[in-house]
């Protein structure tokens, strides 16, 4: 982790954009802020930023101001209701703080309006305490680093993330750390098209290294894609390797791919080698099953694969049936799916 925190800071040194609440430690200001921001463009939000400070300088001010200002202030930037809770809060923290932003993050936490994310981002920019904010920037980043399927907008994704941004953070710079993330989803790993060419994480990128980045970050959804079992056979005989054209209507139409065996739940090894179609492709043929992969995990838009690789030798000259014989370092030369691909690389083609 500690290199991760080292880059990530160094960068945001260079590279973090000039914001007028940048470098404030006002716990006040930096509310506002982010209150702002949470559905809003920066251009748009910066000049909402500056109007609001000046209408309303300060905590006691916000509270004192009848609903209908602070309102004609945020109009046209929607969301009302942010800007009742913001009022709201304001005058909590005059009534129970004596007009003091409270310094800890439960009772920040308690103020109306204010989630886990904005508490993180106040006590942590504002007061220096040790608590990672987890924004939709730093979802897509930390699943593309470290390759995280789990949902974002599960439960189960929550505490994950959670967890690993906190494992992640900079505890002697919390605030800057938490920004520095931030700032690095906004502009180098960008929803569609990320950066990775001039990212100084590409290598430790999970994502980037699998060349998978637009599967993350993984969203709830997705649970209700169709899910397939595919299992293929990377077959050859030591010069050999045998594909099959991919006719059908379906993914990867007009594709080569290695023998493909797909079930319809998974299936372990041993079951797989009772299976009727393993049985008939392999009833008149001589062969040694040379390697089992793991099972991966590939996402489509609308499917969900997983994918087992059998290493299967043939031992003797013949072909089995309707399969396509090539040398094998003729490979290069056919479009293969993504799964395949990475396979090839990953064992030396
Ligand atoms: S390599 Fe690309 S996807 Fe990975 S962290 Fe960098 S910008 Fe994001």
Same mark, same amino acid.
């Given at each position: 982790? +500690? ?14 954009? #000039?914001?007028? $609440? ?8 930096? $509310?506002?802020? +982010? ?11 910066? %000049? ?18 009848? #609903?209908? *200002? ?52 106040? @006590?942590?920019?504002? &007061? ?41 953070? *900079?505890? =002697? ?18 929803? =569609?098209?990320?950066?990775?060419? @001039? ?52 993914? $990867? ?8 065996? +797909?079930?319809? @739940? ?5 079951? &797989?080698? #009772?299976?009727?179609? $393993? ?36 031992? #003797?000259?013949?072909?089995? %049936?309707?399969?396509?014989?090539? %040398? ?22």
């Amino acid at each position: 982790m +500690e290199e991760y925190r080292k880059v990530l800071t160094n960068w945001y040194n260079h590279s973090k954009r #000039e914001l007028p $609440w940048r470098g404030s430690e006002d716990p006040y200001q930096i $509310w506002v802020s +982010e209150v702002i921001l949470q559905q809003t463009r920066i251009s748009q939000g910066t %000049e909402y930023y500056h109007n609001f400070l000046k209408s309303f300088p300060d905590i006691k001010s916000l509270a004192m101001a009848p #609903e209908e *200002d602070v309102l004609k202030v945020w109009q046209g930037l929607g969301y009302y209701s942010r800007a009742r809770n913001m009022h709201h809060a304001a005058k909590t923290v005059l009534s129970d703080h004596k007009g003091t932003f409270p310094k800890d993050y439960l009772s920040i936490r308690k103020l109306k309006g204010i989630g886990d994310y904005t508490a993180a981002a106040i @006590s942590s920019i504002a &007061f220096g305490l040790p608590y990672a904010v987890v924004d939709g920037n730093v979802y897509r980043v930390l699943s593309r680093l470290f390759g995280i399927y789990t949902p974002i907008d599960s439960s189960a994704g929550k505490k994950e993330f959670y967890e690993l941004a906190q494992m992640l953070l *900079d505890v =002697t710079q919390p605030g800057e750390f938490n920004q520095a993330l931030m700032e690095f989803g906004a502009i180098q790993c960008l929803p =569609t098209q990320p950066l990775c060419d @001039s990212c100084p994480l590409s290598l430790k990128c999970h994502a980037f290294t699998h060349q998978n980045i637009s599967d993350f970050p993984v969203k709830s959804k997705l649970k209700k894609q169709k899910e397939r079992f595919l299992n293929y056979l990377y077959l050859h005989n030591g010069k050999n390797l045998f594909l099959k054209k991919r006719e059908e209507k379906d993914i $990867w139409r007009n594709m080569f791919q290695f023998p493909l065996i +797909e079930t319809t @739940s998974r299936t372990t090894p041993e079951e &797989f080698f #009772e299976s009727s179609d $393993w049985k008939d492709l392999f009833k008149n043929h001589s062969i040694t099953i040379e390697s089992i992969f793991p099972e991966r995990v590939h996402l489509l838009t609308h499917q969900r694969l997983y994918i087992r690789f059998y290493s299967v030798k043939l031992e #003797e000259n013949g072909s089995p %049936e309707h399969l396509i014989r090539i %040398e094998m370092d003729e490979i290069s030369k056919y479009p293969v799916p993504k799964p395949i691909e990475l396979f090839l690389l990953e064992n030396g083609h």
